[in-house]
Every structure is written in C-alpha cells, then in structure tokens.
C-alpha cells in the first residue's frame, strides 16, 4: 500500500512554470533518496533532479537554474519546481524513492504529463 502520487502536471506554454507535487503515503520516505524523472514521446526515461534525505541535490544539465526540488518531509511529499519551461521538457514525469546501493528506486509514482507548448 506504499504509494507515490504525482500532481500538478498539465499544459502550459514555453517561458510559463509549473509545480509538480509527489505525495507519498503509507511509508515514511524521510531517511531515503527520492527523484523526478521524466520520459519524452519515443526516448529513454532520464533522471531530472534528485534529492536525498539530507537536502543535497542534483540537476540534468539542461534544467539547471529552471528547476528547484524540495522536499518536506513532515509532508511526506516531494517537489519539482519548474520555471521557463521549454519544449523539450514536455513529457510524463515520475517521482521515485528510496534507493539503495546498486539498485534502483524501489517506490515510483505512476506518472503525470507535462506538455510545452511553443
């Protein structure tokens, strides 16, 4: 019953912003890792952000100074701030927790699309 859920996906033209939220449940996910990927039409799914749970933080390159990721944990839920979006962001992003060593994340959300439109 451990479960990820994505929200704030939709439409939104290029230059706008979009804030997408991962609510977790039915796990505590304050001591893991946790991630928002995102997969384009006919492409590899790509790692976008990472946080772990001490607040250290990665970036794809190409969404570096565009994107913020947070988390609050009191909240149990993950954040993927997203500001002059661009075409090429558009795609079904995931958010995903917990990742041990040599494994991937063991809890992934289902999904939400984000399209760019120019």
């Known amino acids: 019953q451990v479960q990820l859920v994505e929200s704030g996906g939709g439409m939104v033209q290029g230059g706008g912003s979009l804030k997408l939220s991962c609510a977790g449940s039915g796990y505590s996910f304050s001591s893991c890792g946790m991630g928002w990927y995102r997969q384009a039409p006919d492409k590899e799914r790509e790692l976008v952000s990472a946080?772990?749970?001490?607040?250290?933080?990665t970036y794809k390159d190409s969404v570096k100074g565009r994107f913020t990721i947070s988390r609050d944990n009191a909240k149990n839920t993950l954040y993927l701030q997203m500001n002059s979006l661009k075409t090429e962001d558009t795609g079904v992003y995931f958010c995903?927790?917990?990742?041990?060593?040599?494994?991937?994340?063991?809890?992934w959300g289902q999904g939400t699309q984000v399209t760019v439109s120019s």
């Open positions: 946080i772990s749970s001490d607040g250290t933080t």
């Open positions: 995903a927790a917990c990742r041990p060593w040599g494994r991937d994340f063991k809890y």
